[in-house]
């Protein structure tokens, strides 16, 4: 993997939970490349480990545990296991996330013929326990792993830096996918409490804002099965003035310039949106 800039992570140990998906797995082989040992957690165990191997075939330091970020003692196990085979965390990137179709609107705005309908999914027949799955997978899950994984860092006394992934949903909700968007903007939030908490103990935590990169998550929503781009993502890259989505590499700048001590020793608290623009755009 190419990456942008080079930074000396050796004797660092980092734990990435999603660690199975394109983006997170990306985060993992670039962390690796800089010297650190890393731990690649996921609950699909073979994806996590896929990319692990990849890592150790390119002669950097790679564990695959699989791990329910929902479930603290399935992260009390994984936290077993990290430090068993490579040391304490010094550096936490929360990956794992994203949304559920039961929480998802079929359409963008009210229409008064779905009351009636029970084949589209309105706001009024979203599913409670839907939305409240998005809400635990995004933000209840960064909540526990760091409880898990941030104790070392606090005992230690040697600082560490954590890093959660927003959105550009935190910004300004996407039509849709309202948990998701509430959840996002909660991650948001969440980043900055961290940050003021964990100020005197030397921790930083930080987050990045991802515009559009097409993922194994949202594939379907962008593209039709014979690969041409759905309304969805021409409405997306209308609103994106660099107009196209944008490649996991380009994701990696800030991601390591964060965790660099030498580049951002006084930044926490920062959300970052790399987003080609989406943030700044007003329509107009």
């Known amino acids: 993997m190419k990456i942008p800039f080079q930074l000396d992570l050796t004797g660092k140990v980092a734990v990435i939970t999603g660690a199975g998906g394109v983006l997170c797995s990306d985060f993992a082989k670039a962390i690796a490349e800089c010297g650190a040992s890393v731990a690649l957690l996921d609950i699909n165990l073979d994806a996590a480990e896929a990319a692990a191997s990849e890592i150790r075939k390119n002669g950097g330091v790679a564990i695959a545990v699989k791990a329910n970020c929902l479930d603290r003692d399935s992260l009390m ?27 998802t609107t079929a359409n963008e705005y009210f229409d008064p013929d779905a009351l009636n309908d029970p084949d589209v999914q309105d706001f009024f027949s979203l599913s409670p326990d839907g939305f409240k799955f998005v809400l635990d997978l995004n933000v209840t899950a960064a ?42 903007s909660a991650v948001s939030n969440f980043t900055q409490w961290l940050a003021v908490h964990f100020a ?34 021409e409405k997306i890259l209308r609103g994106t003035p660099m107009a196209r989505f944008g490649e996991s590499n380009e994701l990696l700048g800030g991601l390591l310039f964060f965790l660099s001590d030498a580049a951002s020793s006084f930044i926490t608290g920062v959300v970052l949106p790399i987003d080609g623009g989406f943030s700044a755009f007003s329509g107009v």
């Open 77 to 103: 196990e994984a936290r077993d296991a990290v430090n068993r085979e490579l040391g304490p965390c010094d550096i936490l990137i929360n990956g794992a996330g994203g949304n559920n179709p039961r929480a």
């Open 200 to 233: 005197n103990a030397n921790i930083r935590v930080n987050a990045i804002a991802p515009g559009f990169f097409v993922s194994n998550q949202n594939r379907a929503l962008l593209f039709n099965s014979d690969g041409t781009p759905t309304a969805r993502t």
């Open 143 to 184: 909540f526990l792993t760091t409880q898990v994984f941030a104790l070392d860092m606090a005992k230690a006394g040697k600082g560490g830096n954590i890093i959660n992934v927003s959105s550009m949903n935190a910004y300004r909700p996407l039509t849709k996918i309202p948990a998701y968007s509430a959840a996002k």
